[in-house]
């Protein structure tokens, strides 16, 4: 490798931007190159991020496609939904590389987008062109693509946690629950009652039942994976710890499988993607377990008295729920090693 | 009024006794008369516990039927597993009245109690005399009886959750699906790695699934409710927290009944019970709303795409999971309005 | 007691208006008559804190010294800074007895505090009128009164851990350095960056390092005790906690005076005050020992290397630090016992 | 570089060892190619940290230089006091590096250990080869040494706070209060009530005051900043959190010096020296801001009115504290640049 590519990332106020940050200044092959904002460009990245002091040192630039693309060869945009909308478009006709981390491009659907995010669907062109990163499981399709619409980070826990499962026609499509737990930075770095810490230190809450924006996206992916329209049940919960989401997601099982043989074919089907850990009979991955990094850790409990499995899905919300993944994305469009840049160990305790 | 009764707690060691000691000390018709510790008799509690300096200033009394008699009318038992099974037998023979916080003496099978705690089990006779003490369940059979048998704090959360759907015969029984999440003070002061703050600080985690003890106390209430044996699917997940659980309970709904109804249905089998607040529509209660309080607060979300009802049942685990629910039942026992000693409010932020 | 006097609460949206109505709910001589809110008159207490659903059930009154003074003996003044400086005079002017929480009538000089509040000071005859109400320091002066102005959280932790060794000479005035750490419900319920959970959870922060406006009102107090005027260095931290105050203080002593020489003289000063609690030799008292009570509990470490003193002194914010003493002012204004309706026990764990 | 070095650690049970795992597995220049196991070699690592699970696949091995000479270039020792003392010089004897987390070697008086420590000190000899790893202070010695004693957590962060101020003369040494806190991951992964999540959650709790045995580590230093016996007043705090150190210190300025001073004095000690980052003029550090990374950020508030200096200094006590710091050193022994492995952003939120 003689040269690094140059990234830009768009969305620097926000925790998905200041986390591809983190990780891409320690990726062997890329190159941070302009970091924007559209607040307060001129100013900088450690005026809002005291963390940065010292480390990055060059103000911040403009939302601008002219100049993103003198600087970079590649753009992430972490952007708040309906800005990608437009701006993504624009990018790609520059002839840049494009991952959008936000939810625009994910729905195949316009109608559907406009349902669940009550916006402006983005133009159905670009909305067919964007890969869709869930990296284990579309993986081959990202690779040479220049223009990727990253996952959910809810969408991401459940859907690894469902889809060997799916394809195989172990468990039955029309019982699957998902009740999933998140830290809340997934809710961003936005103020709000919501996110108060008194409000939120001591406290467990259910939100958004059957109405979270992430449920169409799941059930897109689970129902491309069983070859049949998929419908769940999705509850989320906000806990009070930052980062971290788990999944326990319930179904009752096809025919007679144990919990050793959903770890057996969960084995197979992630064989070679390092990023996925089946964990042993009898024992569940803890978010703490994943903290930090870009793991996806899955364990399974069956149930002999009702025929049902549960299946334990844990992820880093920022990494393989966001940033992480982002860039394992970019290592693939790349055509190296899925794990560049991001083969570090969990941050425990 | 011209008296109070006098009442002992056994058990001082652990969070239910100290909740008891808090509890009762403003409850207007009790006087604790006796704390008890079998470790350090003599000792002070304020030794253990310093916020209680300059409040009990006697010293610890020890573990013995005959002095508890000699000072008592009402004993708490706030004892681990297996200690209750021989000592409320001794008291309940000198005529004190027991109230047992264990799990001694909740299953009516001595099988089924072997098999789930792996201790002897009690003596059929008391097993047969132990009222179990689910206060809006059974609170007719509490009054005037001698012998109670508290709830565990995940059955409380659960079973008032589902009995007036299952009596009504508005769900599925054979769909249930509960998804419960504990604080830590859940499992008590005994110290292991397991509650290692370092460890359970931003961390979530999934514990004996379908294994939980509580799974066939919250099997004999429901099937109870159901006039049918029920067999549920039963979820254990450790919150960073220190107070309060909720039970995020899952059921297909038999006929066409939508949110307002359940809540309707709900509300009708809870009149007159204060310490049970059924939430409106659109509204679904958090844990901190009944922290450190008697409450159970119940909220509905109906999912019309599948056909189930999601209902959030939240208390406090050391109140309405613990002492608090325990005083209820004295309150009954002695043909007080229940709510004596415990209409305070939760305690926010 | 024939009758509960009437009490109104104005500012029912922050954090001190909120615990007062927990407070006062218990209170056996008083009733809770009116809670009032200017931004949502009519609307219920409820929606803003769902904690007390069913608890409080008539809508918020508007803030109206007439429509008080229909309703209420007294007022609980729980407003943002500025709003008593007008609001109390009028109250006052109608009769009605005045407790204000704010900082609006602390300091008696106009000067003062218009210099470390930025506002428009309170006509000087109501500065006057005001008494300072530090419980176990002012009491006397508190009994009888009508207008009292309730101490500072920093303030109190403070002040009752310096007074009686300034009174007696013990320790040299110009040597006190106070290192003061909060829980972050002493901000308020006003959302910002600075109280985001993501923000707070996991951090420790220094702020407002001798420039905090409670400062002048630390040294307003600490004068008077020494009979000179103090001049200290005072600093505070934000603690990843919801309540507490500790206040760790720093002194040379003057002579030669032993730990339990404070503890002796301590204990003198605030004999028949149980709010106040001096831990012995080697104790020292943490926040959660006085969580959710009106106490302040204090302990000392005497360094013979240094002949320095440590003293330790602990309250939870928004109890003895806010809405516990004004009720404790209100009971000496009344004449009371003035622990009625405080009694309780700290809510462990 | 054609070749990594090989790198032991011993004790890999403690927070200190397998923070030492994740920092040198990214390591360019290092390879771990043996952990070790008192209690239980022959295991896995993951057996006790399944978030090392599919990472660290060799068992554990057993405690022996032999072993340990046969593997290894240089040896981490990440064990309890009392161990090092004996094992240290064995692993020397064999012609190993070794670098020690440890207390045992950092004091150079053995009365001063046993005094502190209430143990028996290692042999005089050692004590003397062994360097103290003060990285941004002793870095010339470390350099070509084979022997290091790592400083512990609290002493970086005050020393490093101190040293430049000391030794310019500005403050007056016996006017030093240092007053720290610490997240609780510092008390190590041993089981107590003290770290109970119950006990320490929602919590502040001040311990060993005057006591700390990082006490005579600290002054040790400062005296050879001062070029005179410094005594200080040294406080100690646990707060909930799991990572993070703050020292808030305090010293009367000798002569006329503005906080800009004080920061242009810091930067120019500082200069050149990466992990050490001296804010601007207002600006405080907050411990979140080097969480997870090698930094050491000092601010400064002056206090006209007294006198004051107030250094605020915070690292994230298991990286700078102890495992990165070590890593740092190893750099510096082996002539490397000091940031090499260690170049990573602070993880934020």
């Known amino acids: 490798m003689s040269e690094k590519i140059k990234a830009a990332i768009v969305g620097s106020t926000g925790y998905g931007g200041v986390e591809l940050y983190r990780l891409l200044a320690s990726h ?15 100013s900088l990245f450690s005026e809002g991020y005291p963390h940065l002091t010292d480390i990055h040192q060059e103000p911040l630039d403009e939302v601008n496609p002219e100049l993103l693309k003198s600087k970079a060869d590649v753009v992430f945009l972490a952007t708040p939904a309906g800005v990608a909308t437009k701006l ?17 491009f994910r ?32 993986g081959e ?68 039942l059957n109405k979270h924006q992430h449920i169409p996206e799941i059930e897109m992916v689970l129902s491309d994976a069983a070859g049949e329209p998929v419908v ?5 919960h906000l806990t009070p710890m930052t980062r971290g989401i788990m999944a326990t997601i319930y179904a009752k099982v096809d025919g007679s499988r144990s919990a050793a043989d959903f770890i057996d074919l969960y084995r197979s089907y992630y064989e070679g993607r390092r990023f ?27 149930d002999e008295r009702t025929g049902r499995i549960t299946i334990v899905s844990v992820i880093d919300n920022l990494v393989k729920g966001a940033a992480g993944q982002a860039i394992q994305n970019l290592n693939l ?7 560049l840049g991001l083969q570090f160990v969990p941050v425990y305790p």
Chains 1, 2, 3, 4 share one sequence.
């Not at 993504?88 to 625009?104: F, H, R």
């Not at 195949?108 to 499981?137: I, M, N, R």
């Not at 769940?232 to 989320?236: A, V």
Request: glycine share 10%; aromatic share 10%; proline share 5%.
């Open 141 to 208: 399709q990202v690779k040479g693509a220049s223009f990727i619409s990253n996952p959910g980070c809810y969408v991401t826990a459940t859907t690894l946690g469902l889809v060997p499962a799916l394809e195989a026609g172990w468990i039955k499509p029309d019982t699957i629950i998902v009740d999933a737990k998140s830290g809340v930075s997934g809710a961003g770095r936005g103020v709000s009652l919501g996110n108060h810490y008194s409000e939120v230190n001591e406290n467990l809450k259910a939100y958004k």
């Open 88 to 104: 993504a478009p624009q990018l790609l006709e520059t002839g840049l590389k494009v991952i959008d981390l936000s939810g625009d």
């Open 28 to 42: 062997p092959y890329v190159e941070v190159t302009s970091v924007t904002s559209s607040s307060s460009p001129g």
């Open 333 to 339: 469009m790349m055509g190296w090693d899925e794990s």
């Open 276 to 302: 996925v850990r089946v964990r042993g009979e009898g024992i569940l991955p803890s978010t703490k377990e994943v903290w930090g990094s870009n793991y996806c850790d899955i364990g399974f409990a069956f």
């Open 107 to 138: 729905l195949k659907s316009p109608a559907l987008y406009e349902q669940w995010y009550k916006k402006q669907p983005a133009d159905e062109a670009y909305l067919e062109q964007a890969v869709f990163g869930l990296a284990e499981v579309y």
């Open 232 to 236: 769940i049940t999705f509850s989320t």
